[in-house]
């Protein structure tokens, strides 16, 4: 009888939420449109993605504020600008976009996070999405359909394993390359598809009222919901021992490497990361930077702004403890910027640890939240100026994941545990990349000059002690040691592309104090907080969502939901469906089906 008054109650709550939600949606197929020509006059771009908080570029009469202009951030500002509401958007680097931005040096043009981005067919959701927040404005070139390719080994023992997209090319291709594991392929691909299809049941964890969420958890009925909460706290590596014991495979089904053991981490997210390049890999036209480009006009339509060198000191709270606003840093002021929502994309460990007034960070909800994750791995990455085209450089849009070993697990514990003198010399992982030959319009934009960028995990640990020293003034030490590094990755690229050697025209290197200074990131961390078991416990999932303790402030980005730009993206949206107080996912199926109708119509 319980079981049926509890089933009931869903029942009654899932109904009200439904004459809720249908109150009007903030999207809409007719306000997406044919994208325009590239704007190319960078005095044009700088006025959108450069400028520049003063007191009377503040928009009146604000309905919230937003720290930070990643893609949470901006998708959360978006969203709610397309419900009417006017936002104000602070970064306190020199250029909106976050892991977005792009910088250009000596002439050549790199990226910082966005490598490429799947799920962006047709009416797939991630497109319906990034269609709306920008209006349609955003344009996507597919990659080659040979994607990635995985390289295991060291000289003569080296194996290339080699990622195709497609609907079933995506299995063939594994199947053809290890043609005796074909049924722990099968297996694998019906749990990769199984978790992208209840998924959403992770998200509604995050949409319900807590208290209904916790009372699923703690009564157990969540894992009678779905089975993908039983798979979300089984590790990857376990997963992969009950289906094969080929370690090649392993590493091939765990490549997607963010900074967390096979044995440590989530077999949900691994097979997440997997299936978000089946049906193809994508990049921004014009580079990664038009990504907040096309998206801030859609919060300046609604009278909103985006302002950077606008760093946040903290986060204001009136007499009962709510959120009513932030105070700005305006060289040696502060300037108080009122509005009855305050969203932080900066990241759960920047609000509450840095912005928070003390009595508040003090409070037994906030430290418990704290205490339920830990900052994740931090990234050192090289970027490399080529002389020539991709053409003459013979280089291509596939991505190269390079490992030394195929067990992962031990790779990544031996890693983790050097001190910083031992690291050049065992550096075990590496991702290399072309964004300039995945941009059509790169060789128009910067003729006869190609870029290379390589990445690979770090501990922030091994850079702190120069984390007092001033960015670019770091001193001869800091440049020796991070360049010994980058050496040695440059090393190992051109062993894989020989022809590039002497076609290096610039290097510059990242270390996850660059993380720190340009994105904020407390400990350089890469995608914010670590992406371990612990933080896919079903309570965990629950309780990091977008409402905090605090009245009117609520977190947006990676935190909220996983990690990555789709990651971020899903956390700005159920920042947006909080802030709204309704079930914005529900809006976008909608939209999406009503596409797909369409779609097949015009092709009957």
């Known amino acids: 009888m319980w079981l049926l008054l509890i089933l009931a109650g869903c029942v009654l709550f899932a109904s009200l939420t439904y004459f809720k939600i249908f109150k009007g949606s903030p999207f809409s197929k007719d306000s997406v449109r044919q994208p325009k ?66 910088f250009v040096d000596k002439g050549f043009e790199f990226d910082v996070g966005v490598h490429y981005l799947g799920q962006l067919h047709e009416n797939g959701m991630l497109r319906v999405i990034l269609d709306q927040i920008s209006e349609g404005q955003l344009d996507f070139v597919p990659l080659e359909q040979h994607y990635d390719t995985i390289i295991i080994g060291e000289k003569e023992d080296t194996r290339l394993y080699h990622m195709y997209s497609g609907k079933t090319e995506f299995a063939e291709a594994l199947r053809r390359q290890f043609p005796e594991e074909t049924q722990a392929i099968d297996k694998f691909m019906k749990l990769m598809k199984h978790v992208a299809q209840k998924v959403h049941f992770y998200a509604m964890l995050k949409i319900v009222p807590l208290w209904m969420s916790m009372f699923l958890i703690q009564t157990g009925l969540v894992y009678w919901i779905s089975s993908i909460f039983k798979l979300a706290i089984t590790s990857h590596t376990d997963i992969l021992n009950q289906l094969t014991q080929n370690k090649d495979l392993h590493t091939v089904f765990s490549y997607l490497f963010y900074g967390v053991a096979p044995k440590d981490s989530s077999f949900v997210i691994n097979a997440l990361q997997l299936h978000h390049y089946k049906r193809g890999a994508w990049y921004p036209r014009g580079g990664a930077s038009e990504i907040a480009f096309n998206i801030i006009p859609v919060i300046q339509k609604a009278g909103g702004a985006v302002l950077v060198r606008a760093p946040v000191k903290r986060i204001l709270v009136n007499k009962d403890g709510s959120a009513c606003g932030v105070a700005v840093k305006k060289g040696q002021e502060e300037v108080n910027v009122y509005a009855p929502v305050v969203i932080s994309n900066a990241g759960i460990f920047n609000t509450f640890e840095k912005f928070l007034p003390p009595e508040l960070q003090a409070k037994p909800e906030i430290q418990s939240r704290l205490s339920m994750v830990k900052s994740g791995m931090g990234s050192f990455l090289v970027f490399v100026g080529l002389d020539g085209t991709k053409e003459e ?111 290096i025209e610039f290097v510059e290197a990242a270390t996850p104090l660059s993380n720190q200074y340009y994105l904020g990131a407390p400990r350089g961390e890469m995608y914010g907080a670590e992406h371990d078991l612990e933080r896919f416990r079903t309570d965990v999932v629950a309780t990091m969502r977008s409402q905090t303790p605090i009245k009117n402030l609520y977190l947006s980005g990676q935190d909220v939901f996983c990690n990555g730009v789709a990651g971020a993206l899903h956390g700005g949206l159920l920042c947006a469906s909080a802030v709204l107080n309704c079930n914005l996912y529900i809006y976008l199926f909608l939209l999406k089906k009503q596409l797909k109708r369409e779609r097949a119509r015009k092709q009957a």
């Open 393 to 503: 450089l013979g280089i291509k849009s596939t991505n190269f994941w390079m490992y030394k070993h195929n067990n992962l697990d031990e790779m990544m514990a031996r890693y983790s545990s050097l001190s910083k003198e031992e690291v050049a010399d065992n550096i075990p992982m590496m991702f290399i990349t072309f964004p300039s030959a995945k941009d059509p319009t790169f060789n128009s934009r910067h003729p006869g000059k190609s870029c290379m960028t390589l990445l690979t995990m770090a501990r922030y640990e091994w850079f702190e002690e120069w984390q007092d020293s001033q960015v670019k003034k770091r001193g001869d030490d800091y440049e020796s040691y991070k360049m010994s590094i980058a050496n040695v990755l440059i090393g190992w690229a051109t062993e894989i592309f020989p022809q590039l050697k002497d076609k």
């Open 37 to 102: 020509s590239l704007v190319l006059d960078q005095k044009a771009r700088d006025k959108v993605l450069k400028h520049g908080f003063a007191t009377d570029r503040i928009p009146v009469n604000l309905d919230a504020i937003v720290i930070g202009s990643g893609i949470g951030g901006l998708t959360a500002a978006a969203v709610l600008s397309k419900a009417g509401k006017r936002v104000l958007v602070l970064e306190q680097h020199e250029q909106a976009g976050g892991c977005c931005h792009t």
